[in-house]
């Protein structure tokens, strides 16, 4: 559905209008090119506090990756990258602050912060890791300042291990794949299987020989995520209710996939789908869990039948799904599985305690499963999507939706496409040091932030 409100801003007349009388002007996010995804380009500037450990390995992979890379100053306007994890107390964060404060006015429009520390936990000095938590409050003020010029900032910290994975999350921030990722923590740390080296990863197919499955595949942020999967190489299966199966069917002979009509709250159909999965492929790379309602009510008036059937495809199908392809070996080793909760089971939402219940226990599940997952060379992760525009939010009423774009530092709702491009890291070659991580995928939306 279309955003009026940011087309009018962005004519010529409307930057004029909205400029006099100081009305919030977003602009067109930068997404990636479907006919080059993920490449790189443009510059950066990197810089480091005294005692980074981790600048040196980004600085060369930058470089071979198509990135010009800077360490003085940018020529033009470009992103701005910073190794913060030498700062270990208050003194030395005079060096985060002169390096943006000097460098801010360099940063592109729809431009790259980000902010590379140490996980506090896995640091021994306690003032060093008081201080590297402080980076949360820095990047999520700073994400505020920038944001009206579509540009975002991340804070990526290295757990004990992770510098070896970090190249994965650098290279997925920097592209255009992230627009909507705004003020998010990323945690990488060991990685639990084998991590692709950039230079051998084919970057137009990265997917290329993998079987994905994605569940409620035949519209909305499902279907965008099949998308991208299939423009990434993978194969897709495509799982909707019986009722939509002319619109999956539809949907996934245009990108070369495989349909299966089933209701996943069905009692046989884990069953069901880890046979189609295994009779087309001996492994499965990834399962994506998107299928997802909402039954929206007081909760003084809703009904068993409308907190039940919620419950059933929201949390219970997924943890079945979850339950019937661990008690075998067919996701690969390398394997992901990917929860879609939401902002909602975050800051909660009037007339939604059933749908915030489901989408928070989906957050409790990445942190449940983290370890076990690793333990068998399987990540987990989730994302929590703000205001997406599909059909979901186009049902809602017109000053709430306008107010569900406006309230975001990005000034505008985020495309199905989004999701999509944020999940596809989490699935690709370089994410196997990202594990039980949930990432707002909501322009910095501030319902509980
Ligand atoms: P949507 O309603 O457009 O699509 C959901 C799909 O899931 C539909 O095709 C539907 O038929 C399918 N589905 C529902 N029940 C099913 C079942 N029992 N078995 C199989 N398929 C089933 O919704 P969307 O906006 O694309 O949302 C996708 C996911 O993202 C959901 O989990 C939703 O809760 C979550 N989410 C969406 C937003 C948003 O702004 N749109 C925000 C936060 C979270």
């Known amino acids: 559905m279309s ?31 479907a006919t080059q995804p993920h490449k790189l380009s443009g510059q950066l500037l990197l810089g480091e506090s005294l005692g980074a450990v981790f600048a040196k390995s980004i600085g060369a992979f930058v470089e071979s990756a198509g990135i010009k890379r800077y360490s003085e100053s940018l020529e033009g306007r470009g992103h701005l990258v910073f190794d913060a994890s030498g700062i270990a107390n ?84 920097l592209s255009a794949g992230s627009a909507f990722m705004n003020a998010q923590v990323l945690t990488v740390a060991t990685p639990v299987a084998a991590l692709a080296d950039s230079k051998d990863v084919d970057w137009a197919k990265p997917l290329a020989g993998k079987t994905v499955l994605v569940t409620g595949a035949a519209r909305g942020i499902g279907l965008a995520i099949s998308q991208t999967m299939a423009r990434d190489g993978a194969v897709v299966i495509g799982v909707d209710v019986p009722q939509s199966q002319d619109d999956l069917a539809a949907a996934m002979k245009a990108i070369g996939g495989l349909s299966l009509p089933l209701d996943i709250t069905d009692a046989d159909a884990p069953e069901r789908l880890r046979g189609f999965c295994s009779a087309h492929s001996p492994t499965l790379h990834a399962v994506v869990h998107n299928a997802g309602v909402t039954r929206d009510k007081m909760l003084s008036r809703m009904t068993a039948h409308q907190w039940d059937l919620l419950m059933q495809i929201n949390f219970d199908a997924v943890q079945r799904i979850n339950k019937a392809l661990l008690q075998t070996e067919l996701l690969d080793d390398g394997g992901k599985i990917i929860g879609i909760a939401s902002i909602s089971g975050i800051a909660g939402n009037i007339g939604q305690t059933n749908y915030g219940f489901s989408k928070a226990a989906i957050i409790g599940m990445v942190e449940a499963l983290a370890e076990p997952c690793a333990a068998r060379g399987i990540t987990i992760n989730g994302v929590a999507p703000g205001f997406i525009e599909t059909q979901m939010t186009a049902a809602i009423p017109f000053f709430t939706r306008q107010m569900g774009r406006r309230l975001s530092s990005l000034g505008q709702g985020g495309l199905p496409v989004d999701v999509a491009e944020v999940i596809g890291f989490f699935v690709s070659p370089q994410a196997a040091g990202i ?15």
């Not at 007349?13 to 990636?32: S, T, Y």
């Not at 010029?149 to 921030?173: C, Q, S, W």
């Open 435 to 449: 594990n039980g991580n949930m990432v707002r995928v909501c322009g910095q939306s501030l319902l509980g932030a």
């Open 90 to 173: 208050a003194q030395q964060s005079t060096q985060l602050h002169s390096f943006f404060s000097q460098h801010l006015k360099s940063l592109a429009p729809s431009g790259r912060v980000i902010v590379i520390g140490h996980k506090p936990s896995a640091l021994r000095d306690t003032e060093h890791a008081a201080i590297q938590r402080g980076l949360v409050g820095f990047v999520k003020s700073l994400a505020k300042e920038i944001g009206r010029k579509g540009a975002t900032a991340n804070l990526v910290f290295v757990d004990n291990g992770g510098d070896r994975a970090l190249e994965g999350p650098i290279r997925f921030l």
């Open 3 to 33: 955003d009026k409100y940011l087309e009018i801003a962005n004519s010529a007349l409307g930057k004029k209008i909205f400029n006099a009388v100081g009305l919030p002007d977003p602009v067109p996010l930068l997404r990636e090119d």
